[in-house]
């Protein structure tokens, strides 16, 4: 982005109330519509409006901080890089195909190192499977709901005050916790999942010079991966083993990844320019 997004420049209110506000709007606005949702008996309709609500909560928050600090300059500036496709072939390649890689590793693993029986699908059935649940988790779970929030907003400007790998272990952080009201205490072992998530957007996020559409298509792929597992292999359907298996990969490569974003001096302004 450009220096209307800028954290540091002048007429600044406060890293403290941008940051906070983004996330009691963020946390707020998912929560409450979560709650009220399983709380109150409502219509058809409603109910779909406040199931969207709650998994777009992270970017509209993320909107109207961006809005209300930096204008309509930054609000611009924002969308730009959210529309932004002009990056190496390479690096799409990575995010979109790195989440089903990890998956598809763990899957081979468990099968080797265990009695679990793997249904084979053949490959262009779990091509055309993957790609069918990304198109839906781009646009209605993850990828849109809440990049223009985590990265959109919150990783760029926590860069400008840190190094880029505490910044993005923060934002993994918040991420993990924003689960809390669907998954409870299954939150605290999903978390290190959503830190080693961040570590990895993060290092491509710095790459790209701050692409938030690779951003959104690599969340959405990661939640693919997910879905895609159940979908594809049903007999490893719920099985805590893969999602073990699936985490430590992840882990292993945020190591490394991490190792690099901890020593860049590169900050997101100086990235950007």
């Not at 290190?192 to 690599?218: E, F, H």
Request: charged share 10%; proline share 3%; glycine share 10%.
């Amino acid at each position: 982005m450009s220096k209307v997004m800028n954290p540091s420049s002048k007429g600044d209110l406060g890293t403290k109330v941008k940051l906070i506000t983004f996330l009691v709007l963020a946390f707020g606005i998912s929560t409450g519509a979560y709650y009220f949702n399983k709380l109150v008996e409502t219509g058809e309709v409603t109910e779909i409006f406040l199931k969207y609500t709650v998994k777009f909560g992270p970017s509209i928050a993320g909107l109207i901080v961006v809005h209300r600090f930096y204008g309509i300059a930054g609000l611009k500036s924002l969308l730009q890089k959210a529309t932004a496709v002009k990056i190496p072939a390479h690096y799409y390649i990575w995010g979109l195909l790195f989440p089903l890689a990890a998956a598809l590793v763990a899957v081979g693993f468990l099968s080797f190192a265990t009695s679990v029986e793997i249904t084979d699908r053949g490959l262009l059935y779990i091509l055309e499977a993957y790609l069918m649940l990304l198109l839906r988790f781009t646009f209605i779970g993850g990828g849109l709901g809440e990049e223009l929030g985590w990265r959109g907003f919150m990783l760029p400007f926590l860069m400008d005050k840190m190094n880029p790998l505490k910044a993005a272990i923060l934002v993994g952080v918040a991420h993990g916790l924003w689960h809390l009201p669907a998954y409870g205490l299954a939150t605290i072992a999903l978390t290190p999942m959503s830190i080693a998530m961040s570590v990895v957007m993060s290092y491509l996020y710095l790459k790209t010079r701050g692409n938030l559409m690779l951003m959104i298509l690599m969340h959405a792929a990661v939640n693919t991966s997910v879905s895609f597992v159940g979908k594809v292999f049903p007999d490893l359907n719920g099985n805590l083993n893969i999602v073990i298996t699936t985490m430590l990969v992840w882990l292993v490569v945020a190591t490394i990844l991490g190792y690099k974003l901890k020593n860049t001096t590169l900050s997101y302004e100086k990235n950007n320019n």
